[in-house]
């Protein structure tokens, strides 16, 4: 079982920057693929970015390439989704989430977050 408990996010202005963390805990969670997932209203849940906990390769959607950055500290089993230049268009619920390998699809991660609202006025 691994465990996930987002937090970071909040109401911050176009332009702005955030730090969204993650805290993992669990018995088998360094062999995983943390994601990050945002949807917004009406929208589908979109894969941000993915970190592999055992190897550090990382994947970057092309929304937010250049702006974004995923890392995990193996020493406070976190992972964490910096975002920078932030736009009106990144406003969403974002969720951490755990699964066996890399995949776009939600339905691929197993645990999940409950996850952590950001919302970029403009």
């Known amino acids: 079982q691994v465990q996930l408990v987002e937090s970071g996010g909040g109401l911050v202005q176009a332009g702005d920057s955030l730090r969204l963390s993650c805290a993992v805990s669990?018995?088998?969670?360094?062999?995983?693929?943390l994601g990050w997932f945002r949807q917004a209203p009406g929208k589908e849940r979109d894969l941000v970015a993915a970190v592999s906990w055992g190897t550090n390769g990382k994947y970057y959607s092309d929304s937010v390439k250049g702006r974004c950055t995923i890392s995990r500290d193996t020493t406070k089993s976190a992972v964490f989704l910096q975002m920078n230049s932030l736009e009106p268009e990144d406003t969403a619920v974002y969720y951490c989430?755990?699964?066996?390998?890399?995949?776009?699809?939600?339905?691929?991660?197993?645990?999940w977050g409950q996850g952590t609202q950001v919302t970029v006025s403009s």
């Open positions: 669990g018995r088998t969670f360094s062999t995983y693929v």
């Open positions: 989430a755990a699964g066996r390998s890399y995949s776009l699809y939600p339905r691929s991660y197993d645990y």
